[in-house]
């Protein structure tokens, strides 16, 4: 009888110190593919440094910081982003109503502590612990995080936060007050990208939800290749102009 091999240790990494190369990465064969270490802090350097390698923190409470390089990616390329006909009706009837908002960074904290009280597909629980919430403020007030937020009769209806590099852009929580809110959020966010040559949103792991929308896996060595390009240019100013909506819907009308 056959036995599954032992899982090669898991690198502890005291604070300050590099990651591993994300090839060491676990794969297929052991327990958690993609886990790469455990350890470390949320600050700001260890963030930023693991972002820039293509590394994300992803752990529960309990745990320890376990950051992760999965392989293969899930990556939306804006220009592949599917405008389903309902959303796309939904969005110009808001705007020609007057009722729709994009904001950018106008309450990002309200926005990750929203994020916090919804589960990702198909898991029990939040993610989105205490100290997360308090290192990706950080993140934010550092220039490096970001809220998009769908505001409808002027009330926070949806939104999401990434996380911006470069030319980079990290997708990481969305939620939803109202029906679709967080789907438009994240047409905004592609919309916003396609205008200013953003070439992928890291969406780091794959859904079913995410697929609909046109998001696909790559190859992990792929994804780190255009994320080094992408994160040697210049990272756009983080403001939502309601002109950008033609990006995806060119006869839909900007609205007030």
């Given amino acids: 009888m056959s036995q599954t091999p ?45 972002y820039a390698q293509g590394i994300f923190p992803w752990y529960s409470a309990g745990q320890p910081i376990l950051w992760w390089s999965t392989d293969p990616r899930m990556v939306l390329e804006p220009h592949a ?64 995080a970001h809220s998009v937020e769908t505001w409808i009769d002027g009330e926070l209806a949806g939104g999401l936060y990434c996380i911006n590099i470069g030319a980079m852009v990290y997708g990481e929580s969305m939620f939803s007050r109202q029906s679709n809110a967080s789907k438009i959020a994240l047409a905004a966010l592609v919309a916003f990208c396609r205008q200013h ?41 983080w403001r939502f102009d309601p002109l950008y909506w033609k990006q995806l819907i060119p006869d839909g009308g900007a609205g007030p």
Avoid at 35 to 45: K, Q, T, W, Y
Avoid at 213 to 219: S, V
Wanted: glycine share 6%; hydrophobic share 40%.
């Fill in 81 to 144: 982003f599917r405008l389903h006909r309902s959303l796309r009706k939904t969005i110009q009837s808001l705007l020609r109503e007057g009722r729709l908002a994009i904001r950018f960074d106008h309450d990002f904290e309200r926005v990750i502590r929203a994020c916090a009280h919804t589960p990702r597909e198909g898991q029990d629980g939040t993610w989105i612990l205490p100290p997360m919430v308090q290192a990706y403020t950080r993140l934010h007030q550092a220039g490096l």
């Fill in 197 to 237: 040559a953003v070439p992928l949103i890291d969406c780091q792991q794959e859904t079913a939800h995410l697929a609909l929308m046109g998001a696909h896996p790559i190859p992990r060595s792929d994804f780190c290749r255009r994320l080094r390009q992408a994160i040697a240019h210049p990272h756009p100013v």
């Fill in 6 to 50: 032992p899982a090669r240790p898991l690198p502890w990494l005291e604070p300050g110190e590099p990651f591993p190369p994300v090839e060491r990465a676990w794969g297929p064969q052991d327990p958690a593919p993609g886990l790469l270490a455990a350890g470390g802090v949320l600050d700001l350097p260890t963030l930023r440094a693991a």
